[in-house]
């Protein structure tokens, strides 16, 4: 049912039991209060359906209809004055109560459903990245001792240098699905921060000078040790930087910011680049989604588990031709589990 029609649905039934309440006379008191129950079934139907703003929406907007009869009820006998009170009250606790609770149980849902995704798609990539691999090591070897031995020049040298260049995307693609298949747990370590974003810069700084592009690396209050898995948040961090200097524009700057308080330790990446369409921003951590021609869809999930695994979130903010920000929430970092 379209969203539309939802809301169509929710203002007939709200007109519908008002024209009913105000029709009866007035003197059937116990019919006015019989009447008055139907108003919440539009409201929990639009907790139900919109969430818990829009329980409090068709609340208010029953509220609204009913406050003629409170008003009539002023000054008459109080137990009549309080009854009315009460049942506006229950109206606008009714409407966002089974919208929290529609809310949640809908984010349960959508949690189960990825976590079943999740697990079928890295049985199913650990398969394909581990047969890919087995061919492709051997391959990749007879490749270059090919080219020592029969060195090659015009038209072929360039074939050959396709051939590399491709058999090494596709191991950088099984390197991915491995890693998005792995179960392991955790191994933390203690990290230094500085050290930790100098290795970082390290890694990505001469991706970032290949295409023009500048990376401003800082950090502020990390006071003291970290304990992470030092080689998956690194794969993560990198993972952001890449989509960022991707996004980026010769010339323009991305900057990288570690930050770290009480509960917390935060990996902040911000770009100048295109931005990301609204459309695309609840897909963008989903395995196998990828704006990019040569994209696999995978960093960005792999990045999402990581951080997930260290009881973190992420958070994205981004506008359309002003750039992008992602913060990575490592929870309990500073603390050795």
């Not at 995704?117 to 990539?125: H, M, N, P, Q, V």
Request: hydrophobic letters at 40%; a neutral charge.
């Amino acid at each position: 049912m379209k969203q539309r029609d939802k809301i169509l649905i929710i203002a007939s039934v709200i007109a519908f039991v008002t024209s009913v309440h105000y029709g009866a006379p007035r003197y059937l008191s116990f019919l006015h209060e019989f009447l008055a129950r139907f108003y919440y079934i539009p409201i929990i139907l639009s907790g139900l359906w919109f969430g818990a703003v829009g329980g409090l929406i068709a609340s208010l907007a029953v509220t609204l209809t009913y406050l003629p009869h409170v008003w009539m009820a002023w000054g008459g006998e109080n137990a009549i004055l309080l009854g009315k009170l009460l049942e506006v009250s229950l109206f606008n606790l009714a409407g966002p109560l089974a919208g929290v609770l529609s809310d949640r149980a809908r984010r349960q849902r959508a949690e189960n459903e990825e976590l079943q995704t999740l697990a079928a798609l890295g049985e199913g990539a650990a398969y394909v990245a581990h047969e890919i691999k087995n061919v492709l090591i051997p391959l990749r070897g007879f490749l270059r001792r090919i080219r020592e031995h029969c060195p090659v020049e015009g038209p072929a040298d360039s074939y050959w240098r396709i051939v590399e260049r491709e058999s090494a995307r596709l191991e950088e693609m099984t390197r991915s699905l491995l890693s998005f298949a792995r179960q392991a747990p955790l191994t933390r370590q203690q990290v230094d921060p500085g050290v930790f974003l100098e290795e970082l810069k390290e890694t990505v700084s001469l991706d970032f000078h290949d295409q023009g592009i500048g990376l401003v690396c800082t950090q502020h209050d990390c006071k003291g040790p970290l304990f992470l898995d030092r080689e998956r948040v690194r794969l993560a961090v990198v993972n952001v930087l890449q989509n960022a200097l991707h996004a980026s524009q010769e010339g323009s700057e991305v900057r990288l910011r570690f930050h770290q308080d009480r509960d917390a330790f935060h990996v902040v990446v911000e770009d100048e680049g295109v931005g990301i369409p609204e459309e695309h921003r609840d897909q963008l951590f989903r395995p196998f989604f990828t704006t990019k021609p040569k994209g696999t869809g995978l960093g960005l999930a792999i990045t999402m588990r990581v951080v997930k695994e260290h009881g973190g979130d992420i958070t994205l903010k981004s506008s359309p031709g002003k750039g992008t920000r992602v913060t990575l929430r490592f929870s309990n970092a500073g603390r050795r589990e």
